[in-house]
């Protein structure tokens, strides 16, 4: 796969190497050898049990939000490689889209529990006081492109589109590190009041999620945030 020569590349000359474009049905296993490969690896909480299989729980993810048309990947133009993806998918406050028992993969029901939680403990709805949003399920950008602007630019394609204007205008998504949460940020996301969960308090089904020695040391410190953003009050 080829890559940006450097980072510091100018938008015109990074602009002539990939394009963004709606994800369709035909992409969905390309999408997922791709996040399986690198999303469920590098994510934080994903990357905690590496050996945890969510190649079922992303193909259904998938195939359910798809239709949603708001899920997003940038190509390498030449080679027609991904090079990121971007998922996101409407959730109304009285219906779950992407029912939490139909999750096979430990991993992956962590990685939506804290969101539950997070929304919990946040009073979401309330503070939103708006009857869906817009969720971020995944933003990955390949490795050999990270850090020159694709994850920034899928998100601005995506979120400012004349599109996601016509549809719900919160947008959400539970950050689960510092690098994405600073992207989130510098795009315009605000932290939800009450919102954070440290990883070591997490628990499930009364037993704490983070014990033994090895995820301990993992998550020492370390928190996740719901971030927002209301487009009508930016654009
Ligand atoms: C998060 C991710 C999508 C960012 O994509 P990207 O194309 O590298 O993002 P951008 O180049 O647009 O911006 C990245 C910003 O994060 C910083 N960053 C990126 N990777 C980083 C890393 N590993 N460690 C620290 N900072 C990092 C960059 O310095 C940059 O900030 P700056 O412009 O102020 O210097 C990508 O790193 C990724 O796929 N990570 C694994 C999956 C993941 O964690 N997704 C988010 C889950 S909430």
């Known amino acids: 796969m080829s890559s940006p020569a450097n980072s510091q590349e100018s938008d015109s000359t990074f602009n002539s190497k990939i394009r963004t474009r709606r994800i369709i049905s035909d992409d969905i296993s390309k999408v997922v050898s791709h996040l399986s490969s690198y999303f469920c690896r590098d994510e934080f909480t994903l990357g905690l049990w590496p050996s945890d299989d969510v190649l079922v729980d992303l193909e259904w993810i998938l ?35 992407l029912a939490f028992s139909k999750l096979k993969s430990y991993a992956m029901k962590i990685n939506f529990g804290l969101n539950t939680v997070a929304v919990k403990n ?9 009857s869906q949003y817009l969720h971020v399920f995944a933003l990955s950008v390949h490795p050999d492109w990270r850090n020159a602007g694709v994850g920034t630019r899928l998100a601005k394609d995506a979120f400012f589109s004349d599109e996601i204007q016509t549809g719900p205008h919160i947008l959400a998504s539970m950050f689960t590190s510092p690098y994405s949460t600073k992207i989130g940020k510098r795009l315009g996301f605000k932290e939800m009041p009450e919102s954070v969960v440290k990883y070591e308090t997490l628990s499930w089904d009364g037993k704490l999620v983070f014990d033994s020695e090895d995820l301990k040391r993992q998550v020492d410190g370390k928190s996740c945030e719901i971030l927002w953003m209301d487009l009508n009050t930016i654009l």
Not at 64 to 77: N, R, V, Y
Not at 122 to 130: A, G, K, Q, Y
């Open 122 to 130: 946040s009073n979401f709805w309330e503070v939103i006081n708006e």
């Open 63 to 97: 195939e359910k939000i798809i239709s949603h048309g708001l899920c997003t990947l940038a190509e390498d133009i030449e080679t027609l490689e991904i090079v990121g993806v971007l998922c996101c998918y409407i959730q109304p406050m009285d219906k779950e889209i």
